[in-house]
């Protein structure tokens, strides 16, 4: 991975809070931000809600594009995402039982959009 720099790090840390922020939103409404065209709007307002709360700071201009995006794809998965995800599981998983090489430590993050990863430390 390219590891937390100036010009991605801000939005990678992003991914896993919202995927925190989205299961909140899937507990308390059970149902998928953006599961409808007509609920884009107040779900984008009640995840940005949420993500404002779990950071005490309010959402940051940058992280605005990936609530969208969130909420805009309301719980689907794009094939070559989970094909490349899959992929990098099953790695990791080899790497564990051969007990050869260094398995990722802690949180894995792809932002498909950039073709970057990172591991992060929660």
């Known amino acids: 991975g390219r590891g937390i720099d100036a010009e991605y790090g801000d939005e990678l840390v992003s991914i896993p809070l919202l995927m925190k922020c989205v299961r909140e939103f899937e507990r308390e409404s059970s149902r998928c931000p953006g599961n409808t065209d007509s609920n884009l709007i107040v779900d984008e307002e009640k995840l940005s809600a949420l993500l404002g709360k779990l950071?005490?700071?309010g959402v940051?201009?940058?992280q605005g594009m990936f609530v969208r995006d969130f909420v805009r794809f309301g719980g689907?998965?794009?094939p070559s995402v989970a094909a490349f995800t899959g992929g990098i599981a099953a790695?990791?998983?080899i790497k564990l039982v051969t007990k050869q090489y260094v398995p990722v430590d802690?949180?894995?993050v792809y932002n498909a959009a950039t073709q970057t990863?990172?591991?992060f430390k929660i």
């Open 91 to 93: 790695h990791e998983c």
């Open 106 to 108: 802690n949180c894995f």
């Open 117 to 119: 990863t990172t591991v």
């Open 55 to 57: 950071q005490k700071v």
């Open 76 to 78: 689907t998965e794009v």
């Open 60 to 62: 940051l201009e940058s």
